[in-house]
């Protein structure tokens, strides 16, 4: 997988030095855009819905470690000098399972937003996910722990940890 090859098969800027790992997956037709100076780890994948369209913008300088998993519906728009661990999962979508006269298969999935703000680190194996119709944000200078399970918006310069995760300390203060 090539830099000229995403160019041609994705729509969306691509930065320059952007580092792209063995056995990298992307939706054909997809809109993704990369930021400049950055690193995507081997054996990523971007699922970008095509019909409708949904939107990823990844801004300068992230790091996405191996074995990253985003499904976008919607909108995923993630910001400058971001931190991702290996084995992480972004959704904007979940299943709709409702109707329990219908086969969960043959229902539709639901979508939304997410926002992942500046110098935001996500630790290894979480999953950040939205419940749709709500937009989640993940604050500037954040911290997601290991292992954990973000449905819900995280402040800035908090650091949440847990499953469901939930405050544990902010930056520079006391344990909570």
């Not at 904007?92 to 999935?109: A, C, G, I, L, S």
């Not at 992942?116 to 911290?143: F, H, K, M, N, Y």
């Not at 918006?153 to 949440?160: K, N």
Request: hydrophobic fraction near 35%; aromatic fraction near 8%.
């Amino acid at each position: 997988f090539t830099l000229l090859y995403l160019k041609c098969c994705t729509k969306g800027r691509k930065g320059r030095r952007i580092h792209l790992g063995r056995d990298l997956w992307v939706t054909p037709g997809g809109f993704l855009s990369l930021g400049d100076d950055s690193y995507i780890g081997d054996r990523c994948m971007f699922e970008i819905d095509v019909n409708p369209e949904a939107q990823v913008t990844i801004g300068a300088k992230f790091w996405i470690n191996r074995d990253f998993h985003l499904h976008s519906g919607g909108r995923i728009s993630i910001g400058q000098n971001v931190l991702i661990g290996e084995f992480v999962s972004i959704r904007d979508t979940t299943h709709v399972y409702e109707d329990p006269h219908r086969p969960t298969k043959e229902q539709p999935d639901a979508s939304s937003s997410i926002v992942i703000e500046d110098d935001v680190w996500i630790g290894r194996g979480s999953l950040i996910q939205t419940r749709p119709p709500e937009r989640l944000v993940i604050g500037r200078g954040a911290v997601i722990g290991a292992n954990s399970v973000v449905t819900r918006s995280v402040p800035a310069m908090e650091i949440w940890a847990g499953a469901p995760a939930r405050l544990v300390r902010k930056r520079g203060g006391p344990v909570c």
